[in-house]
């Protein structure tokens, strides 16, 4: 029987309060308050390697840890992301990323109405395509309605922009893409596990958030402070944190360290 993750947090009162005093001041913008610290229970086991360290250090260990994995092939990919993907109201459905749709397993496939497979990381962004690695990595490939998909396209990741037709919320711009609020955590935390997870060691390129949008084919994926923001505002559901469990039980066996410890962002960059 595969073991649950036990998650605990620290409450936030302090910052709560000192929001509610700032309520209406004239004041420079502050910086998030990082993530409560978390524990689970693979601290002890899994991730005993990587406890008590941060930056580089935590960012190898955990490189480490999350390198051994099983892979699928792309076309596996489709039937792995009905079960990881699942709506958790309605069986028959996967959860649609940027939108929040429900929609039909079936329904996959490349026509409108559709849902296909998402590179959360664009696979452009080192040129890795959909080979097995990170072509086909679990942790970043997620449903996504065709044409919210094709809007996307590779864009980084930023604040602003127009609204996205059925996007639920997101926004687009010329350069860069932003999830609706639900779902803008998640793809932080995707992010930030692929830039742990593939470091060039491998035969695949080493993977990099920065600052910048318009990164084209380099191995790079911005913005690293508004996915850290996101982080921050977004914490793991209990969607993305079964999802993670079910990736690790039934199909990669790695886990994505950020939803299981969301203050690694902050405690590595």
Known sequence: MPVTPIRTRRAKSLALAISAVLVGLTAPTLAATPAAATTT???????????????????????????????????????????????????????????????????????????????????????FGEAIGPGTDLHHLRACDVQVNSIRGNLDFDNGGSSVANGGGSTVDSDSFAPRAADRGDVARIILYMAVRYEGDDGWPDLEPNESVGNGSNPYMGKL??????????????????????IYDTYQHNRNPFIDHPEWVEAIW
């Open 41 to 127: 229970a693979y601290d002890s086991t899994y991730y005993k390697n990587a406890i008590g360290k941060t930056g580089t250090s935590l960012k190898s260990s955990l490189h480490t840890i999350i390198s051994s994995q099983s892979k699928i092939s792309y076309s596996a990919v489709w039937d792995a992301l009905k079960v990881t993907d699942q709506d958790p109201n309605n069986t028959s459905n996967v959860l649609l990323l940027y939108s929040g749709v429900s929609r039909s397993k079936s329904l996959n496939g490349g026509a409108v109405g559709n849902w296909n497979r998402e590179h959360t990381w664009a696979k452009s962004h080192g040129d």
């Open 225 to 246: 402070a508004v996915l850290k923001a996101w982080n921050e505002a977004d914490p793991p559901s209990a969607f993305e944190e079964r999802r993670n469990q079910v």
